[in-house]
């Protein structure tokens, strides 16, 4: 097993998803990189060679796994191939990589919909306030823990979301693994299965990686063992 992860958090949010996570991995002698993709939505686009920039920047000279969570997984083969040094691919509750087309058309319709109704010149809130209070309580029942995550994400430009993702030749270039957390990722862990991609799936959450970090964790060794 490689001993370096790179935690890629979702540009919808920020890197404080990881907090537990990372913890967890450093106390096993893992060496853990977690950027933070928050700078890199004020200049317009194009987004995604920002974004892998500033991940490839803070990662080491080992093979790394990648390990992309919700909005990060389309941006893990563009990241891989600008790193050239990757030993495994893992998507948790993640969006697959949708070379050709952008967010806004692999989604469903009316979140799109939701989307575009929310934009203010251009702009979004930040992702827990597309959601009401009592969503995201359900999913962080902790004051102090769901006001510290919403206080890191960002808001977000409307165009990152039309922004098309690009073909990433000879992708995937090293093995892949999927970790299912929540029933909104179900046709991603069946197209996984479908590739031949080990795949888990856990009774839980989107955000399980905060209210349940060791679940994850364990979940995340087994599929890094078996890639």
Not at 136 to 150: H, K, M, N, T, V
Not at 154 to 161: A, N
Not at 180 to 201: C, F, H, I, K, N
Request: aromatic share 8%; with cysteine; charged share 15%.
């Amino acid at each position: 097993m490689s001993d370096e992860f790179v935690l890629v958090h979702s540009p919808l949010v920020g890197p404080s998803t990881w907090d537990f996570l990372a913890a967890g991995l450093r106390a096993g002698g893992h060496r853990v990189y977690v950027p933070d993709l928050r700078g890199t939505l004020a200049g317009g686009p194009p987004y995604l060679p920002r974004q892998t920039a500033a991940i490839a920047q803070n990662v080491g000279e080992k093979p790394a796994i990648l390990v992309g969570h919700s909005g990060a997984g389309p941006l893990l083969p563009a990241l891989g191939n600008s790193l050239n040094r990757v030993a495994g691919y893992v998507f948790i509750d993640a969006t697959l990589p949708h070379p050709g087309r952008s967010w806004v058309e692999q989604a469903e319709a009316e979140l799109g919909e939701q989307l575009m109704a929310m934009a203010i010149n251009g702009w979004l809130p930040p992702w827990p306030q597309w959601w009401s209070p009592a969503v995201l309580a359900e999913l962080l029942p902790g004051a102090d823990l769901r006001d510290r995550f919403s206080n890191g994400c960002p808001r977000l430009p409307l165009k990152m979301f039309e922004e098309i993702q690009p073909v990433v030749t000879g992708w995937p270039d090293a093995p892949c693994a999927y970790l299912q957390l929540s029933q909104a990722y179900q046709d991603m862990a069946e197209t996984s299965e479908v590739l031949g991609w080990p795949t888990r799936s856990l009774p839980s959450h989107h955000l399980a990686m905060l209210t349940d970090p060791e679940l994850v964790l364990k979940a995340l060794f087994d599929l890094v063992a078996r890639i």
